[in-house]
């Protein structure tokens, strides 16, 4: 059977694979298959369970904090409230939309999908849907607000007794369901479910879809330029449109917010009518400060160097394009990988302002206030993660030769 790579465009024979194996694109390490069938019916579990265990850590107490006498508690669903209080309602919808809706959307869609799967219905929209489903994984955070809840936790600490509620031990369970639930999703072979990837006969013009890699052999040229892929219904092209504007447009405008949210403090805590400004630094260097060094060095990775790479990263490949450079692409394409990987994990600190702000609420004597510093830093995390979704890697492959390239069918790499 031959199949298209996804990243790079090269069309490749797959073999039979046998069991444990894995075909790796031979140009740029692309997984183009592995062995074995779509683990639905534990996915199916794993998914009910999540689902479960959503309600009570979304609508239980997560973290408790006694100060002086008074009691306040962080509840996930409620929990922006207190950013909208303070007048920063872009924040508070961004939290409530990351850490509550998307959620709850996407383990609805995935289980349904699965439950389709499972039973044997292959309905119109399951295609639809499960694109749906995967273009809600990456804004459902559960796992990067558990890591968000440990650094508040942390910090929350150093000012007053806190302790974990049931809605934090709920949200543990939670979010270890869903973990399990990434560890289980293998999503060539569910999209395999879907509807089986058809053998291309005619490498040259064929591409694949950029969601789902259904591979396409376009009639002319307006169908290689925009066609509806018959999988998941979604309207792709040889080329994602107006991606390098697109990118690049998205990257500038974060560099530049790159900076305030540097500089600007993201938050300013109160003591006793004392005002400590705390800028994303000044905050690591804090849980440093406190002994908590594993956590102080998961949030500088999160929220400096990632947010760095990300746009040094997209913007060293925007330039070769421009270029038309054919140096480091297997390097830039794993780049751009790593890239989409990781861009989310960079909402640690805007959750944990969230959680602090409501925890820390004691008027005069101990108070959390957000400050313009978190709007500028959330929006350089958001900006840069469609960037890196908007990107067409196959664009950086164009530099070689395409026409002979296209044509050619190679063997994959068998591992
Ligand atoms: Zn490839
Ligand atoms: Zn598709």
């Known amino acids: 059977m031959i199949i298209l790579c996804p990243d790079c465009g090269s069309a490749q024979t797959l073999p039979a694979l046998a069991p444990m194996h894995r075909a790796i694109c031979h140009r740029c390490g692309a997984e ?9 019916q534990a996915m199916l579990a794993a998914t009910a369970t999540a689902l479960l265990l959503y309600f009570p850590a979304t609508f239980l ?58 039973s044997g219905r292959h309905p119109s929209w399951l295609g639809p849907l499960m694109r749906l489903c995967q273009s809600c994984r990456p804004w459902a955070m559960p796992e990067i607000m558990l890591l968000g809840g ?18 934090g031990w709920s949200y543990l369970f939670y979010a270890a369901a869903v973990l399990a639930i990434d560890l289980l999703h293998d999503r060539h072979a569910l999209w395999e479910r879907v509807m089986p990837t058809p053998s291309i006969m005619q490498p040259l013009g064929a591409f694949a879809c950029h969601v789902c890699r259904y591979p396409i052999e376009p ?10 892929c018959p999988r998941c219904r979604v309207t792709t092209g040889a080329r994602k449109e107006g991606a390098f ?45 406190q002994g908590v060094w594993p956590l102080a060095i998961i949030v500088f990775i999160a929220s400096l160097a990632v947010p760095l790479l990300k746009l040094l990263g997209l913007s060293w490949c925007l330039a070769m394009i421009v270029r038309r450079s054919g140096s480091q692409l297997v390097a830039r394409t794993r780049l751009v990988r790593l890239i989409s990987f990781i861009g989310r994990w960079s909402n640690i600190d805007v959750f944990t302002i969230s959680i602090l702000c409501v925890l820390a609420d004691f008027g005069n004597l101990e108070q959390v206030e957000v400050d313009p510093g978190a709007v500028c830093f959330a929006a350089v995390v958001i900006l840069t993660m469609i960037a890196s979704h908007c990107f067409d890697i196959r664009m950086m492959w164009d530099c070689i030769d395409p026409g002979a390239e296209s044509a050619r069918v190679h063997d994959p790499l068998v591992l």
């Open 150 to 167: 440990f650094v508040a936790y942390s910090r929350a600490g150093a000012m007053a007794t806190t302790s974990i509620g049931t809605g």
């Open 61 to 118: 107490p997560v973290l408790i904090v006694e100060y002086n006498g008074q009691m306040r508690e962080n509840i996930i669903a409620t929990g922006a409230g207190a950013l909208w209080g303070q007048g920063y309602w872009t924040l508070a919808t961004g939290v409530f939309l990351l850490t509550v809706v998307m959620p709850l959307v996407w383990l609805i869609l995935l289980f349904v999908v699965l439950f389709a799967l499972e």
């Open 219 to 228: 009639a002319s040229a307006e169908g290689a330029r925009r066609c509806a």
């Open 32 to 40: 183009l298959a592995r062995s074995g069938q779509a683990r639905v």
């Open 245 to 289: 504007n697109q990118t690049a447009a998205l990257v500038i405008t974060a560099a530049i917010l790159y900076i305030p949210a540097n500089l600007l403090p993201v938050m300013t805590v109160l003591n006793f009518g004392e005002r400590t400004p705390n800028t994303i630094l000044s905050g690591i260097g804090e849980l440093w400060d």
